[in-house]
């Protein structure tokens, strides 16, 4: 499409700062132009423009707009849209078909997997061959295989052939590829073989033979790999697309940089989540039953583990009612316990990322949070003994053996919790890990509901056996 767009010298300088071209866009669509010149003067603007003045329309002004831009337009536009499930749907079943055969296959199974079983047959058999093959090959792949984001948009020849060949078969296949920086290279039954960097392509002698372009350690992954199993290794490489194998070695997909880009947006929303005590990521537009999915179980498991702190409060009854003011400063313990912990949980979960990491290193790291628990423990459990032993002095009058012995207990305990909380916030991430589970699991909420536990045990304890003169027993 051409985007080349004259702007009067008025509009310049107003929009130079951020053009708005949406509601430009928005009045064309609304206004009584004749459909010719309506799409002439939609296909001056870059898709992307497009896509955001749908969100200004009408339905009945969408209708137009899908009535004049052809199927492929209408697919360029589309795929900038973070509606384009609901903006699909609006289409008619045979243009609907069409599009998605223009949109990326991934993208088109993922509305498809949508729809009712009937209404996805009846779109599926109005596609081109092509695309159907494209949709069934993606779709064989579950969601959480990296099958099921690749695309099998790119370029591939086979070895044997000279340059000039092989320039001729890149400058046909770009006609239906666009994702020609590199050209994948397989032998004669389809095992993939290497790669060639579209610019050593084109500097190549013509009598250069083309073997001897090919880079054979090109890195790979294969389509039934799991994609959290595979980010990390794909994250280290900085290629414009990195291609896909079958159990055989054959050549069946790539994933581009945008892929790759998305790939690593929707792990960090998932591990997001889990560190909320979500079991998925939400959505802004989601149904309030989904959400409340999504958070009840791990609320259900905190609950749990919430009556289990209660019960354990229930342990030192005697010591809360005979010192009822010890009762004032357990909050301070538990969220400094909690919030020791899930700064723990945080750098472990980052450090864990890299499958690298050896059991030497990881417990150095256990180590290095004991350590900076204790320090940080140690700096503000006095700061506590001093500033809590003045305000029972000085503001609730009490007797100085008395105010410094519950600031005493209070500063003990918290140094005591935030070094056992650092430990516990390293400690069970690592644990998950070595299960095979998520360390993201070991949410924030279970960190900070386990070092609540600790923290109340810990306080509770000292105080009882710190104050015993105190209570008189």
């Keep these: 499409m051409d985007h080349t767009r004259t702007i009067p010298a008025e509009e310049s300088a107003s929009t130079a700062q951020h053009p708005n071209y949406e509601e430009k866009i928005a009045q064309v669509v609304r206004g009584n132009l ?44 589309l795929e900038y849209s973070e509606k384009i499930n609901e903006y699909v749907g609006e289409l008619n079943l045979r243009k609907r078909a069409e599009v998605l055969a223009h949109l990326e296959p991934s993208v088109a199974v993922d509305y498809l997997q949508e729809v009712e079983k009937g209404e996805r047959a009846a ?96 890195p790979y992954v294969y389509a039934n790999e799991l994609i959290e199993d595979c980010i990390e290794r794909i994250k280290d490489y900085s290629e414009d697309s990195i ?70 409060v229930g342990l030192f009854e005697a010591v809360a009612a005979g010192l009822t003011i010890i009762v004032a400063f357990q909050s301070l313990i538990l969220d400094m316990a909690g919030n020791v912990g899930t700064q723990s949980l945080a750098v472990t979960i980052r450090v864990l990322m890299d499958d690298q990491c050896t059991g030497r290193q990881k417990l150095y790291l256990v180590a290095k949070e004991a350590k900076i628990g204790l320090c940080n423990g140690l700096i503000l459990g006095s700061l506590s003994i001093l500033f809590i032993g003045l305000y029972l002095l000085l503001v609730k009058g009490e007797a100085a053996h008395f105010a410094f012995s519950i600031s005493l207990c209070a500063g003990a305990a918290l140094a005591l919790s935030m070094s056992l909380s650092s430990i516990s916030g390293t400690t069970i991430p690592i644990l998950f890990k070595g299960l095979g589970v998520d360390p993201a699991v070991a949410s924030g909420p279970l960190i900070t509901t386990v070092n609540d536990l600790i923290a109340v045990v810990t306080y509770y304890g000292l105080a009882e056996g710190l104050l015993r003169g105190v209570l008189g027993g």
Excluded: C
Aim: aromatic share 4%.
């Design 34 to 77: 004749t459909p010719k010149i309506m799409r002439e003067q939609l296909l001056t603007y870059h898709e992307n423009d497009v896509a955001a003045a749908l969100d200004l329309l009408k339905k009945e002004d969408r209708y137009r707009l899908y009535s004049v831009l052809n199927p492929e337009t209408l697919a360029d536009v």
């Design 123 to 218: 779109i599926i058999d109005l596609m081109p061959d092509d695309a159907k093959q494209e949709i069934s090959l993606l779709s064989s792949f579950d969601e959480d295989e990296i099958g099921s984001r690749m695309t099998t948009n790119f370029v591939m020849i086979h070895m044997g052939i000279s340059v000039r060949q092989a320039m001729r078969e890149l400058v046909e296949q770009a006609a239906d590829n666009d994702n020609i920086s590199t050209i994948y290279v397989a032998d004669d039954d389809g095992i993939f073989a290497g790669a060639i960097d579209l610019k050593s392509l084109i500097i190549a002698r013509e009598g250069t033979e083309l073997d001897s372009i090919i880079m054979t350690s090109y």
């Design 243 to 312: 291609p896909v194998l079958d159990q055989e070695n054959r050549l069946k997909g790539v994933l581009t940089a945008q892929d790759v880009a998305e790939l690593i947006d929707d792990e960090m929303g998932e591990d997001y989540a889990r560190l909320a005590g979500l079991t998925a990521e939400e959505d802004l537009q989601e149904p309030l039953s989904m959400s409340i999915v999504k958070r009840l179980p791990w609320l259900l498991v905190l609950l749990g583990l919430g009556l289990v702190v209660s019960s354990v």
